[in-house]
């Protein structure tokens, strides 16, 4: 399975930024990057995507380090609401048995103090 | 537009009852994934859907099941309930099977509840 190291936990202030860090030093070249992150009591929800270059999109950005070992999401400003569960996805691109499937790990629980 | 619908949202069996659990995508999503969340083993593929067959499977016994129907809509079945399935069992849509550059949409799950 492609595996990601996350934090177990990473506190943030309110209004703040937050580096939400990820370790994939076994990425091969055509692996994308994805974020969901998890509210209480909700399902996953799709945060960001990438493949080498960094992303934004109106919820979060995505800095993918150049040798793509490692990538950060980053919230702008973190809000209460921004209190999850936020996972580091590898998808593999080699086709058939990737298809469909997610494989998640822990994930990093993020809290945001008032 | 509509998201991810699952129903029940709770359900309470006894062990060895079995259970369907049942998943209407995004409209246009063809793609069903399912996976099971616990506290210990956290969330885990159960198997994916497309076009009404089953693509690909997780590591689970063949007491879990599930089919697509042609309007996409699926359903999960699991038979012979023992207490260490209670879960939270979420169901994913995606438009395409090729997930490598599409997000999926979840939705908000079934909590399941043996006894």
């Known amino acids: 399975d492609a595996k990601t190291t996350q934090p177990n936990s990473m506190e943030s202030n309110e209004e703040e930024p937050v580096h939400l860090p990820c370790n994939h030093s076994t990425i091969s070249g055509t692996d994308y990057i994805h974020w969901y992150r998890q509210l209480p009591s909700q399902g996953p929800e799709y945060v960001i995507h990438?493949?080498?270059s960094n992303v934004n999109n109106r919820m979060a950005s995505l800095a993918i380090a150049e040798d793509r070992k490692s990538s950060t999401l980053i919230l702008h400003r973190a809000t209460l609401r921004d209190a999850a569960v936020y996972y580091c996805i590898r998808i593999s691109n080699a086709g058939g048995t990737s298809y469909g499937k997610l494989t998640f790990g822990q994930g990093t629980i993020l809290t945001v103090h008032p | 537009k509509a998201g991810v619908t699952q129903t029940p949202r709770y359900l309470i069996k006894t062990r060895g009852q079995q259970v369907t659990l049942s998943c209407s995508p995004i409209?246009?999503?063809?793609?069903v994934s399912w996976y099971q969340q616990t506290p210990g083993q956290g969330l885990q593929f159960l198997f994916e859907y497309f076009s009404e067959t089953q693509r690909n499977k997780g590591n689970f016994p063949g007491r879990f099941s599930g089919r697509q129907f042609s309007n996409s809509r699926s359903e999960m079945n699991v038979s012979t309930l023992e207490l260490g399935d209670s879960a939270l069992y979420l169901c994913?849509?995606?438009?395409?099977?090729?997930?490598?550059?599409?997000?999926?949409?979840f939705g908000s799950g079934t909590r399941l509840t043996v006894v």
């Open positions: 409209s246009g999503h063809r793609s």
């Open positions: 990438g493949l080498t």
């Open positions: 994913a849509s995606s438009l395409r099977r090729d997930s490598t550059n599409y997000g999926y949409t």
